[in-house]
């Protein structure tokens, strides 16, 4: 995988455990100049924590380390969290509202949302396998 392929965030290892770590992701000062820093939530918060799995043996509490993950991996999370629900959301809204009228479109329309996000939260373990990062020491 290239570099061009890849999503690269540098930040700080906070804990240590048996099944992987958790990282400490600071925000880059590249995020000020971003034109997408509206959108984006990580220039919302100053720090962001990382759960990681693996073993990670060679690793200390407060070693500085880059996180890599596929830049497939990053558009695959927001299809997932930004366009699947829009369209679930529009369709439903839209149905619903046809036939039944808007104040029952508009609640059926949150009531898929809900159940949407509750799917993807009772899925999160299996979700957690398909969006990883890997660690690289600096």
Sequence with gaps: MSKAETIRHEGIIESLGAEG???RI?????????SARQ????SESKEKLVEVRGHYPTLHVGDCVTLVG???QGLRAS???YVVPLIIMLVVL???THHYGEKLGALAALLALALYYGV????KDKLAGQ????????
Excluded at 26 to 34: D, E, T, V, Y
Excluded at 131 to 138: K, L
């Design 131 to 138: 969006f990883s990062f890997r660690i690289e020491n600096n």
């Design 21 to 23: 770590c958790t990282v």
């Design 120 to 123: 993807l939260f009772l899925l």
């Design 39 to 42: 959108l984006c939530r990580s």
């Design 79 to 81: 299809v997932l969290a």
């Design 70 to 72: 596929s830049v497939r």
């Design 26 to 34: 600071l925000q880059a000062s590249a995020c000020s100049s971003c």
């Design 94 to 96: 839209f149905l619903v």
